[in-house]
């Protein structure tokens, strides 16, 4: 189990940039798949990016190119460089964490495969 703290979500105006992190504490840290999801108002959680225990990552299509997940040396802290935002990328960010190592949770896992969940943090893009 570990234990997740989201921070840096802000307002911004159109084509700016955010970086989100995600603190990640407890004993099995390094063992765990983490990810970013995203939920809109009136909508459903939509996974935005993941990065395995390899470092290997995936990206949903519309954030390609513009958004880059990445982890520190000691896998402690999980960050979200978010650059080129669209009004459509409004929502409450959340990270998550999932058992990973093979690539599963990486290619396929979807909200209900997650198993440990931040409280969130907001992004608002104004046009």
């Known amino acids: 189990q570990v234990q997740l703290v989201e921070s840096g979500g802000n307002s911004v105006q159109s084509g700016g940039s955010l970086t989100l992190s995600c603190v990640v504490s407890?004993?099995?840290?390094?063992?765990?798949?983490l990810a970013w999801f995203r939920q809109a108002p009136g909508k459903g959680r939509d996974r935005v990016a993941a990065i395995d225990v390899d470092g290997s990552t995936t990206y949903l299509d519309s954030v390609k190119v513009r958004f880059t997940i990445s982890q520190d040396s000691r896998k402690r802290t999980l960050l979200l460089q978010m650059d080129n935002l669209k009004p459509e990328d409004t929502a409450m960010y959340y990270c998550?964490?999932?058992?990973?190592?093979?690539?599963?949770?990486?290619?396929?896992?979807?909200?209900?495969?997650?198993?440990?969940w931040g409280q969130g943090t907001q992004v608002t893009v104004s046009s």
């Open positions: 998550a964490a999932g058992p990973g190592g093979d690539g599963w949770l990486l290619r396929q896992g979807n909200e209900r495969d997650f198993t440990c």
């Open positions: 407890g004993s099995s840290h390094r063992n765990y798949c």
